[in-house]
């Protein structure tokens, strides 16, 4: 019954859209990936099914079951089939930003709000569009993502791309993207993906305590202390160059210092790298060209996930508590919010000053719950645009190219 009303909103958006090349390639895209679901139990059922494949789609039911029960996210049919995908990612996602400013470019689509991305379910489509950009001066970055959510509005299914990662990884998403059914504000990236990576990293941690597999429990702490410390050298970079930006010179001398504020990200890895031994988990994020847009996806991901952690310190490690202060945060007008973060944000680089603070932190309507929260986000009348986001760029899982 969901697709039957999905297809009849679909059908509806692809009239008033005028059927244009963007809209018809997501939403056919989104279709046609959700006429090929099988239920799980018919999947493990088939004799033929690979014995890997079975083990992965019985972790993920476990897994599945795990966050509803201890996590109190949405019990519902999503990742309950299975989709069988011919091709290394289910989507790939176009960032930019200019030349000379780290702050992207926004699309705004009337059910998702205004977001950081657009989402090709080609790849050939979505490389045409960022040479597109790149041609208008833009800088450009084009990267695959291995899941999406549609916010609840249909019944999600695990993709074959979802299994690349190992066990953990493979439960991480599922985490993930239940929680973007948990919590969603309109217009806000940031927001939704610092929300969903805490989300992820609690229930990481609860499902391996709760099997006592400390030395899995071990390897994802240190892989996540690796991740904080690779992240800062970006955030740094972030920083530096905005400040680059930010003193009006010459574009030529801009350019220069741009250039080599990239070299110097490329040297603190190379030392970092050391540090670890000669961990090489993060190579492949230098594989493409290093400019604004590459910067995009760990700011929108990373930056303010320690205000989420210190908002669940606050919370008292309740689950239930925390969704109830996140929503009244989503719920809080856009600036309000953002004030409200940025202090969150003090506050969690200040561990003696966090310490010292608890009880709730935002003020909020005694009525808000911590169901999905729709803000009406801000609109780019440049990018404003007609139609649905929510099928295919609603929400991805960008991070996994920089995490894995």
Wanted: aromatic share 10%; hydrophobic share 40%; charged share 25%.
């Amino acid at each position: 019954m969901r697709l039957c009303a999905g297809l009849v909103i679909v059908l509806s958006l692809l009239t008033a859209a005028g059927c244009g090349g963007f809209y018809f390639q997501a939403v056919t895209g989104h279709l046609d990936l959700m006429s090929e679901r099988r239920p799980i139990d018919e999947v493990l059922a088939d004799p033929s099914t690979p014995p890997e494949l079975a083990d992965r789609l019985r972790l993920i039911t476990e897994a599945r079951e795990f966050a509803a029960r201890e996590l109190a996210l949405p019990d519902n049919d999503s990742y309950r089939t299975y989709v069988d995908l011919d091709r290394q990612y289910v989507v790939w996602n176009v960032f930019a930003a200019p030349e000379f400013s780290v702050e992207p470019r926004r699309w705004c689509f009337p059910v998702a709000g205004c977001v950081v991305y657009r989402g090709y379910f080609d790849e050939d489509q979505g490389r045409r569009y960022a040479d597109g950009l790149r041609q208008e001066g833009w800088d450009v970055f084009v990267g695959g993502a291995i899941a999406y959510s549609t916010l609840g509005r249909f019944d999600d299914p695990v993709l074959s791309t979802m299994l690349r990662s190992g066990d953990v990884g493979v439960v991480a998403t599922i985490f993930h993207e239940l929680a973007h059914q948990q919590l969603y504000v309109k217009g806000d990236s940031a927001f939704n993906e610092a929300f969903a990576s805490t989300v992820e990293d609690i229930g990481v941690e609860r499902w391996l305590s709760g099997k006592a597999d400390m030395e899995a429990l071990a390897q994802y702490r240190l892989h996540r202390s690796r991740r904080a410390a690779f992240n800062s050298l970006l955030k740094q970079t972030r920083e530096e160059l905005a400040a680059i930006y930010g003193r009006d010179e010459p574009e030529e001398a801009m350019r220069a210092e741009k250039k080599q504020a990239f070299e110097t990200l490329r040297q603190r890895y190379r030392a970092l790298k050391a540090s670890w031994n000669g961990y090489a988990g993060f190579d492949a994020w230098f594989d493409s060209d290093l400019n604004n847009a590459r910067l995009v996806p760990v700011s929108t991901y990373a930056r303010l996930v320690p205000a989420f952690r210190e908002l669940f310190r606050r919370a008292g490690g309740d689950l239930d508590v925390f969704y109830q202060e996140c929503a009244a945060l989503g719920a809080l007008p856009a600036e309000e919010r953002t004030l409200e973060i940025e202090a969150l944000l003090a506050i969690s680089e200040n561990p003696g000053r966090s310490a010292a603070i608890s009880g709730p932190l935002i003020r909020r309507d005694p009525e808000v719950s911590a169901q999905p929260v729709f803000q009406a986000g801000g609109r780019d009348s440049e990018t404003a645009q007609p139609g649905s986001a929510a099928l295919a760029d609603a929400v991805d899982r960008q991070a996994e190219i920089i995490v894995h």
